[in-house]
């Protein structure tokens, strides 16, 4: 259920046959969405992981083409063994022109390792893409699982390694359970354009729910008057 404010104060973007409710108050949000404003920037970022998880191959294809209909490049963090195993799709996200960030190698929350284990796990990873796709990672990195983000240990060896940690402004919790398309997509609009320029929002390309919310999100964004970009564009 939206909230009173969204509902009394709200404008209106259709998107798909689905209504969103979008707040108020900001100058780059337009009642028409056939006419919007100077474009304010939304990032997308995707965690690609979890190597051995049997959806999650195809449903970055998925991801991928559907970014590639709509003309979006995203942030990508990728997960030094899901690289290795899946060096075609690695090589496809960052010939679709993607920027390609350092996941960790083994998505151990960082927290828990000792900062030599941290520095030897952050290598692995980068070096593993780089022999994949020729690109260096850094500074771009995201901890796993949004652990050690305030940490001044993982910081310190992140900085050390010429690595800066990537957070988010929004995430739908696309992993969970009862997530669906739709809830995920309300939810990243509404926060989205709450927050305004800048906006970084955090998908996993192996649910269900993502593949289904990002066609949403991307016309609904859009209507609202967003630009997308990588993160490096909005420094």
């Known amino acids: 259920m939206l909230s009173a404010i969204f509902v009394t104060v709200g404008i209106t973007v259709k998107t798909a046959g689905i209504d969103f409710l979008l707040p108020e108050g900001r100058p780059d949000?337009?009642?028409?969405?056939?006419?919007?404003?100077?474009?304010?920037?939304?990032?997308?970022?995707?965690d690609v992981e979890h190597s051995d998880h049997p959806a999650h191959p195809d449903g970055t294809k998925l991801v991928l083409d559907t970014l590639a209909e709509r003309?979006?490049?995203a942030t990508h963090f990728i997960q030094g063994r899901w690289a290795q195993a899946y060096p075609a799709l690695?090589?496809?996200?960052?010939?679709?022109?993607?920027?390609?960030?350092?996941?960790?190698?083994?998505?151990a929350k960082s927290t828990w390792l000792a900062p030599d284990g941290l520095a030897?796990?952050?290598?692995?990873?980068?070096?593993?893409?780089?022999?994949?796709?020729?690109?260096?990672t850094r500074p771009w990195f995201?901890?796993?699982?949004?652990?050690?983000?305030?940490?001044?240990t993982v910081l310190s060896v992140l900085e050390?390694?010429?690595?800066?940690?990537?957070?988010?402004h929004v995430d739908p919790f696309d992993w969970r359970s009862k997530a669906t398309g739709v809830k995920v997509a309300r939810t990243v609009i509404e926060e989205a354009t709450a927050h305004g320029d800048g906006a970084v929002v955090l998908?996993?390309?192996?649910?269900?729910?993502?593949?289904?919310?990002?066609?949403?999100?991307?016309?609904?964004?859009?209507?609202?008057?967003?630009?997308?970009?990588?993160?490096?564009?909005?420094?």
């Open 29 to 46: 949000v337009t009642e028409s969405p056939h006419h919007p404003p100077a474009p304010w920037r939304v990032a997308l970022t995707f």
């Open 71 to 73: 003309d979006v490049t």
């Open 90 to 107: 690695t090589k496809t996200i960052a010939a679709q022109g993607h920027l390609v960030g350092n996941h960790s190698h083994h998505h």
């Open 120 to 136: 030897q796990d952050v290598r692995a990873a980068e070096q593993a893409i780089r022999r994949i796709t020729g690109i260096d």
């Open 142 to 152: 995201r901890c796993p699982y949004g652990d050690g983000t305030h940490d001044p």
């Open 160 to 168: 050390k390694l010429g690595y800066q940690e990537t957070r988010w």
């Open 203 to 235: 998908f996993h390309p192996w649910t269900d729910a993502t593949r289904r919310a990002l066609p949403l999100v991307i016309d609904g964004l859009r209507a609202a008057g967003a630009r997308f970009v990588r993160m490096d564009e909005l420094t």
